[in-house]
């Protein structure tokens, strides 16, 4: 799988935006990004997926540029529940099981 | 949606005791459970992957006597740490994978299990 790269750390003013960046410069035509948030002493949770469209859900947008080497998770309106890991991942559709490998992530602080 | 429980997610043991963990899929048939631990401000780091009726598959440097994994049925994983000493001493999670003919579904944990021996 595809290695991906994001910054150890951000802030964000509760209400604002969070724009959560994540670099997969080596990402092959068939992997999908994902990602996960981590509360603290928590299980890893789903957020959103894509393969090269922008997505939209309940929780956040990703936004996956054109050539697919980087994307950006959004929270439009961070509250200070967001506060979390994020985890960006790229996998392959194979036949191993659907392997995750997880990096580093981006310890978001949500601030009053 | 898909939920995945596991249990304990607490334990405080005496070093020397075995503990087991397990994990359940509550409403789907997971076909292969991955078990992963976690240090403190740490990455998740993948141990094992275990398929119903097979035996685990350990990543590199995980001792597969000390950390057994039995995946009996198609909703119960257990790990077992046995002979647990301090530096076992960690948060353990496990994630179910769906079997439903397509790949690209989202993952689901459990919500961790802390271990803590004394």
């Known amino acids: 799988d595809a290695k991906t790269t994001q910054p150890p750390s951000m802030d964000c003013a509760e209400g604002r935006a969070a724009n959560l960046p994540c670099n997969h410069s080596t990402i092959s035509g068939n992997e999908y990004v994902y990602w996960y948030r981590q509360i603290h002493s928590q299980g890893p949770q789903y957020i959103i997926h894509?393969?090269?469209n922008n997505e939209t859900n309940e929780m956040a947008s990703l936004i996956i540029t054109e050539d697919r080497k980087s994307s950006t998770l959004i929270l439009p309106h961070a509250t200070l529940r967001d506060t979390a890991v994020y985890y960006c991942?790229?996998?392959?559709?194979?036949?191993?099981?659907?392997?995750?490998?997880f990096g580093g992530g981006t310890r978001l602080m949500v601030k009053p | 949606g898909a939920v995945v429980s596991q249990h304990p997610s607490r334990v405080i043991c005496k070093s020397g005791t075995s503990v087991k963990i397990e994990c359940r899929s509550l409403d789907f048939q997971a076909t292969t459970m991955f078990w992963y631990r976690q240090f403190p401000k740490k990455s998740l780091m993948l141990m094992a992957t275990s398929n119903e009726g097979s035996k685990a598959t350990y990543e590199q440097g995980v001792e597969k006597d000390k950390f057994l994994i039995n995946h009996a049925s198609l909703t119960l994983s257990t790990l077992t740490v046995t002979s647990a000493h301090p530096e076992d001493s960690s948060f353990y999670i496990c994630r179910a994978q769906i079997y439903t003919g397509v790949r690209n579904q989202p993952q689901h944990f459990g919500d961790g299990t802390r271990l803590s021996i004394l």
């Open positions: 894509g393969l090269k």
């Open positions: 991942i790229v996998r392959l559709n194979n036949n191993a099981g659907n392997m995750l490998t």
